[in-house]
């Protein structure tokens, strides 16, 4: 009974992963869904048995068709929703995509009406702002050596009460 008072309480939130791209510019990658009414970077939930670098590595190639390289984690936000449930959403750096890459990439149709790469100051326009200010602090954590922790796309000490 002590087993599974315990484990009520444990935390069981959804995991999704996704890479941040850049082209020459230093402008991000990102794509838009058929099937949400903003703009979105790569990436998905993650699956039973996969780890969330996987699941970015995963997920870019069904959505982009194109494998690069993934690097180092940047970010991880936690996210907690009534509607949809806790969230652990981790950001991998995908680095500047080459010219071979961009000329690779062939959209999966059924999720993806297209991509651009956006500016920083215009992230915030093409998105909700909790994925602006997730995608941002990412960002800027690629000129840091350590991930940063983000809740709700800020870091704690920044959030408003």
């Known amino acids: 009974m002590a087993a599974n008072a315990h484990e009520a309480k444990m935390a069981h939130p959804r995991m ?28 998905g939930y993650v699956e039973t048995g996969e780890s969330p670098l996987q699941a970015a590595v995963r997920e870019v190639h069904e959505e982009l068709g194109i494998t690069p390289p993934v690097g180092r984690l940047l970010a991880v936000d936690w996210a907690p ?13 995908g680095g500047q995509l080459s010219e071979d890459y961009l000329a690779q990439i062939t959209l ?8 651009t790469f ?3 100051g215009q992230v915030a326009e093409h998105t909700i702002p909790r994925l602006a200010r997730r995608i941002l602090a990412a960002a800027e ?3 840091q050596t350590a991930p940063v922790y983000l809740e709700h796309g800020q870091k704690p000490d920044s959030r408003a009460a």
């Open 16 to 43: 999704a992963a996704g890479a941040l791209f850049f082209d020459a510019a230093g402008r991000v990658l990102m794509v838009e869904p058929t099937y949400k009414d903003y703009w979105d970077i790569p990436g």
């Open 81 to 93: 929703s009534e509607a949809e449930g806790d969230k652990v959403l981790y950001l991998f750096d």
């Open 108 to 115: 999966q149709r059924d999720e993806l009406k297209g991509f």
């Open 118 to 120: 956006v500016p920083s």
């Open 141 to 143: 954590a690629r000129n």
